[in-house]
């Protein structure tokens, strides 16, 4: 990785990856808003080690001597960060007050133990994005949330919820203490299958629709069910074969032309001949005994032997009950093998990077400067931009028009006038 | 200026600064380990340590309003340790040239994150309290959002079947069994809840146990749960009158009691019927 020359704001989308084990660090980077993940691979297994949101920063040891860097870390969210040359700081620190010196370079020493101890314990807990202890709280935590804060609506045997968005945050937070960007992850997942929706009203309220409420709750009893029980861990992997032809089950159970019947009780009974030959066909090297494979998924398909060459008989509820913890399943696991969910196509909703860059703008309004080290006070804004204003992207001194670089940090002036 | 000037030298097992007191000074240690330790009744527990040329109780600078230290700082050994004043230091940062500043303050904010999270891994591997504050708000929440979804009605009461309420709470929310039903003594000797015993299924001949939580009055464990979550997180007066609130007040002694006992004692209902069906 080559150095920059000077510093230089980056935008990262959801699952860039800014950094990998074996990179030179050549820069700090400071997080202007977004969300970075810090992991470590570990064979098939990334182990989540921390989070990173404004205003911190990450590779700040370069200031003090050069860094290989050992981890990964991946942008979760769209994320903007501000690169700052390596080069650029030590020359900075060089001359500033011995005092200011030792508070840096003492403040870097804990902070670096402290990295490492929050390294080790995380690597030693084998921490997932989402891990197998906290998956069915996640989703019981929306469950119960919504029920709490949002409006329920019955349509015979189904549930949905509407909730505010930010209310659901808030509550799932101070209340269950859960982490906000792992309940924000798991209400992507929901709404890239479809079983919520989220939306913004003309008054910027933002809400959040779940259409089936039973469809988390079965998902919490399946996996809570399985996980706590021990000796079932096979049940939590999902399975591509298994899926398929639990799929193609389900099709067949509702073919009345092969023959298919349903009982009262939902229980499916087939022609075995007609059944496995639809099979055959459909799943290119199908083998009867794979049907019966299910059962190490959970599901139980019973063979009764006729005169005319058999029934085959299920309960239809529990296969498609198994493909919709399956389908979520699957998502899971590709957000703990990714470490991150791919956003769904509506969640520039959810994310609002405005917002997170205002936040940042009052973190650094709150450092507000006294003098800068030439003597004078430099010309950072703090108030809302003026007609006509440019602001610097990284400092938001004011500057001149037609100014090229920003007098205060050096970065490259991009933006127009407001 | 040599802030080295202001040099201190303490003795091993010396405090440099105990939980509770206010923040005012940052440490820059020179030599010797400090300890960084939570006390809990009158044994102390280790968290982590501080070494040679870190800074102790760096966490202050991020926080702009008074703080106060949440763990107590003791000298391993023979120590020396600069301090500095936070205002001061705060001042130094703010006097930077501005990429500067914005590095420390970057440095500052990752530094208070990953202090707090290490901090409370610590803890809640380390913590012997069988309900520290931190679990309170969490604990009755769990209580009253799995009975009010899982129970039954009866006689203007929730009633759930204990071993699979303890199950759900578990399963669900990750809460502790044990934990669960110390809270659940707790409200039934506050006359919040009434606990129904049944003979043992796979010894008939022992002694009983748990059968139903009737939860009589639920309401009263959603106001705990957001009273304390309010006392928790405010500040201010409106904090102190809820603070004073009987029920607040009631449980939140029983659960001090439980703190300093490791364990709630079962209410003397149930107690009685156990040993009246024994008889």
């Known amino acids: 990785m080559s150095e920059p020359k000077k510093i230089e704001t980056r935008t990262l989308q959801t699952g860039d990856v800014l950094l990998k084990p074996g990179d030179r660090v050549t ?11 810090v992991f470590q691979n570990r064979g098939e297994q990334l182990v989540e080690i921390t989070q990173l949101t404004a205003p911190e920063c990450l590779g700040e040891e370069v200031a003090f001597g050069p860094q290989v860097w050992s981890l990964q870390v991946t942008a979760i ?29 003492s403040l870097n020493e804990r902070s670096k133990a402290l990295f490492s101890e929050l390294r080790v314990f995380r690597g030693d807990q084998g921490a997932t994005a989402c891990p197998a202890d906290e998956t ?7 469950f119960h949330t919504l029920r709490s804060v949002g409006q329920l609506e019955k349509n015979g045997e189904n549930e949905s919820a509407t909730a505010p968005w930010r209310e659901l945050l808030r509550f799932a937070r101070d209340i269950f203490q859960e982490s906000e960007a792992r309940l924000e992850s798991a209400v992507q997942i929901l709404i890239r299958l479809g079983y919520a929706t989220f939306s913004k009203d003309a008054a910027g309220a933002e809400k959040i629709f779940v259409r089936s409420m039973r469809t988390l709750e079965d998902f919490v009893d399946y996996y809570g069910g399985y996980h706590f029980k021990g000796g079932y861990s096979n049940l939590l992997k999902t399975n591509a074969k298994m899926t398929r032809i639990t799929e193609e089950a389900v099709k067949l159970a509702n073919n009345s032309e092969l023959g298919a019947k349903v009982d009262r009780a939902g229980v499916v009974y087939l022609p075995y001949k007609a059944a496995i030959d639809a099979m055959k066909s459909a799943i290119p090297g199908f083998e009867a005994d794979q049907l019966f494979r299910l059962e190490q998924k959970g599901l139980f398909v019973k063979r009764v032997a006729t005169n005319d060459g058999g029934v085959l008989s299920f309960l239809k509820m529990d296969f498609e009950q198994m493909l919709r913890n399956w389908t979520l399943l699957r998502e899971v696991e590709i957000w703990n093998e990714a470490g991150y969910v791919q956003p769904a196509q509506d969640l520039s909703v959810v994310l609002d990077p405005k917002m997170e860059r205002e936040r940042f703008k009052q973190l650094l309004a709150h450092w507000k400067p006294i003098a800068s080290a030439a003597g004078g006070p430099p010309k950072i804004r703090t108030g809302p931009k ?17 100014q090229k670089n920003c007098e205060v940090c050096g970065a490259e002036i991009k933006s127009e006038a407001a | 200026m040599d802030h080295n000037a202001d ?23 020179r030599s010797g380990l400090v300890s960084l330790c939570i006390t809990r009744g009158d044994k102390m527990i280790e968290l982590m340590k501080v070494s040679p040329g870190q800074m102790l109780g760096a966490e202050v600078l991020h926080d702009h309003s008074a703080m106060t230290w949440d763990y107590d700082a003791i000298a391993s050994n023979d120590v020396e340790l600069v301090p500095i004043d936070v205002k001061a230091a705060r001042s130094w940062i703010e006097c930077s040239p501005p990429l500067l500043k914005l590095f420390i303050s970057a440095l500052v904010a990752k530094n208070f994150e990953v202090a707090r999270e290490t901090l409370s891994l610590h803890v809640r591997q380390k913590d012997p309290m069988p309900c520290s504050p931190s679990r309170v708000t969490r604990l009755f929440a769990v209580l009253y959002h799995a009975a009010a979804y899982t129970g039954a009605e009866k006689n203007g009461a929730k009633v759930v079947v204990w071993s699979a309420f303890r199950k759900y709470c578990q ?4 809460e502790s069994p044990v934990r669960l039903e110390q809270a659940v003594f707790i409200l039934a000797r506050l006359g919040i809840a009434r606990l129904e015993m049944i003979p043992c299924e796979t010894d008939p001949d022992g002694p009983e146990e748990l059968g139903f939580v009737h939860f009589l009055d639920l309401e009263k464990v959603r106001r705990f749960y957001e009273l ?21 007040v009631a449980i939140a002694a029983e659960i001090e009691k439980w703190n300093v006992a490791g364990k709630v004692e079962m209410p003397s209902h149930a107690s009685a019927d156990k040993s009246r069906k024994a008889g």
């Open chain 2, 171 to 174: 399963r669900s929310f990750l």
């Open chain 1, 27 to 37: 820069s700090v980077y400071v997080v202007q808003s977004g969300r970075l993940g």
């Open chain 2, 7 to 29: 040099l201190i030298t303490l003795n091993r097992g010396a405090a440099i600064f105990k939980a509770g007191e206010a923040a005012t000074q940052v440490y820059i240690l």
């Open chain 2, 228 to 248: 304390n979550q309010k006392i928790c997180s405010g500040k201010g007066s409106e904090t102190i009158n809820e603070a004073a609130d009987p029920l607040y």
């Open chain 1, 136 to 142: 069915a709280k996640v989703f019981a935590i929306i």
């Open chain 1, 386 to 402: 003026k007609m006509g204003e440019i602001w610097c992207g990284v400092c938001m001194s004011v500057c001149k028009p037609k």
């Open chain 1, 77 to 105: 969210r769209p994320t903007v960060v501000v690169e700052i040359p390596a080069s650029m700081i030590p020359e900075q620190i060089k001359a500033t007050p011995p005092h200011t010196r030792d508070l840096i370079k």
